[in-house]
């Protein structure tokens, strides 16, 4: 595909869009950026295409332009002067990927929102780049090597600082025990 477009096909660059436009929002969304979403990832696809001359052949699309959201939503959130709040961050989060369905209990769907909220407040709580390894590898479902080449990191250092990170969320979040089939509770 990156040929297609490196070779004037501009629909090409139309199907990369359509089909990462989803996990982008989700990125921008995960990592801060609250209203500003689209504009980020909007910014993010313009810099992507003017950056194609730098990609990588044989190198996977998708971590690529997620280390652009990334950036993108740094620079956005740090423009504005943290505007926008935790409870911004989080309805943007809830936004981008229904958690509870609308049949769900209503008891269960508080507790779900409230959990939510809690793991959201803890992530703030991380430094930069263990919240960054997290939202990457869990929120946005990246595999190791994904998160590897999106951060720009070593494997070595994604296990690691994920490591850290999920430790340190263990003692922000005592009261998350795993559920059975691997999900927390």
């Not at 477009?5 to 982008?24: F, S």
């Not at 609250?34 to 001359?53: N, P, R, T």
Request: glycine share 6%; hydrophobic share 45%; charged share 30%.
């Amino acid at each position: 595909m990156i040929a297609r477009v490196r070779a004037g096909e501009p629909e090409a660059y139309a199907e990369l869009v359509r089909a990462h436009t989803g996990i982008a929002l989700r990125a921008a969304a995960a990592l801060g950026a609250g209203a500003d979403a689209e504009d980020v990832v909007q910014q993010a696809f313009v810099k992507a295409y003017c950056a194609l001359g730098r990609f990588r052949d044989g190198m996977a699309f998708r971590p690529w332009l997620l280390s652009i959201v990334a950036n993108e939503t740094r620079n956005t959130v740090r423009a504005a002067v943290r505007r926008n709040t935790l409870a911004d961050r989080e309805a943007a989060f809830a936004e981008a990927r229904p958690v509870i369905p609308e049949s769900a209990d209503p008891a269960v769907a508080t507790l779900e929102t409230e959990r939510r909220g809690a793991l959201v407040a803890a992530l703030e709580k991380l430094s930069e780049e263990h919240r960054l390894v997290v939202t990457y590898r869990y929120l946005l479902e990246m595999d190791e090597r994904e998160t590897a080449q999106a951060l720009g990191w070593p494997r070595g250092t994604v296990k690691s600082r994920l490591n850290r990170a999920l430790r340190k969320l263990e003692r922000l979040l005592p009261d998350f025990r795993p559920r059975e089939g691997g999900e927390t509770a």
